[in-house]
């Protein structure tokens, strides 16, 4: 139905910035909400943030004012763009979309996942 395929994650100084991708392929009309959620070994999985079908964007507190969520809907990718990226940002981000006829408010349920993009922020 969806495939989502991350990149632009690496190794950056605390301070720096990286835009993360999300190129959606498939059956993109079906898509509604995407969403980055990321996970650090030892750390439960958290949400950052999701954007819907008419652009209303939601932010995990740890990321708001730093993290911005947007979609290139013509070329279907979903971006991430982090600044002023600390330490404690270092994860597996993935990627997430969910279908109109997939009902869900919660990321973690979405039905499309990418297979993650690691980002390092080093102190």
């Known amino acids: 139905q969806v495939q989502l395929v991350e990149s632009g994650g690496g190794s950056v100084q605390a301070g720096g910035s990286l835009r993360l991708s999300c190129a959606a392929s498939?059956?993109?009309?079906?898509?509604?909400?995407m969403g980055w959620s990321r996970q650090a070994p030892g750390k439960e999985r958290e949400g950052v943030a999701t954007?819907?079908?008419?652009?209303?964007?939601n932010y995990a507190d740890s990321v708001k004012g730093r993290f911005t969520i947007s979609k290139d809907n013509a070329k279907n990718v979903l971006y991430l763009q982090m600044n002023s990226l600390k330490p404690e940002d270092t994860a597996m981000y993935y990627c997430?979309?969910?279908?109109?006829?997939?009902?869900?408010?919660?990321?973690?349920?979405?039905?499309?996942w990418g297979q993650g993009t690691q980002v390092t922020v080093s102190s």
């Open positions: 997430a979309a969910n279908p109109w006829y997939y009902e869900t408010s919660e990321i973690f349920n979405y039905k499309y």
């Open positions: 954007i819907d079908n008419v652009g209303s964007t």
């Open positions: 498939g059956y993109t009309i079906s898509i509604n909400c």
